[in-house]
Nanobody, 115 residues
Framework: QVQLVESGGGLVQAGGSLRLSCAAS????????MGWYRQAPGKQREFVAR???????TYADVVKGRFTISRDNAKNTVALHMNSLKPEDTAVYYC?????????WGQGTQVTVSS
């Protein structure tokens, strides 16, 4: 059973930074991709960033240049470094991991950006 646990969310002022972390219950080597999604109130969940097992990264246009995804294989974690945060970045952020055809999700962590 794969478990993903997010942490690092909180309240920050516009222009500030936060670092989210996603800890996997086992080795992250088995995941073809790991990434982050977010869901704002009243909106659908949307893609934020992903990293393949080979290290290639993809970002949503709205976060490109502000967010960076990284991984620590030794600690089985994937992080999302968020800079220059905007009020519209306010959402619950979810970690996602994909192994073969199976996708796993964490419970989410709240990020609130005040203006």
């Amino acid at each position: 059973q794969v478990q993903l646990v997010e942490s690092g969310g909180g309240l920050v002022q516009a222009g500030g930074s936060l670092r989210l972390s996603c800890a996997a219950s086992g080795s992250i080597f088995s995941f073809s991709t790991m990434g982050w999604y977010r869901q704002a109130p009243g909106k659908q969940r949307e893609f934020v960033a992903r990293m393949s097992s080979g290290g290639s990264t993809t970002y949503a246009d709205v976060v490109k240049g502000r967010f960076t995804i990284s991984r620590d294989n030794a600690k089985n974690t994937v992080a999302l470094h968020m800079n220059s945060l905007k009020p519209e970045d306010t959402a619950v952020y979810y970690c996602k991991a994909v192994r073969a055809i199976q996708a796993y999700w964490g419970q989410g962590t709240q990020v609130t950006v005040s203006s």
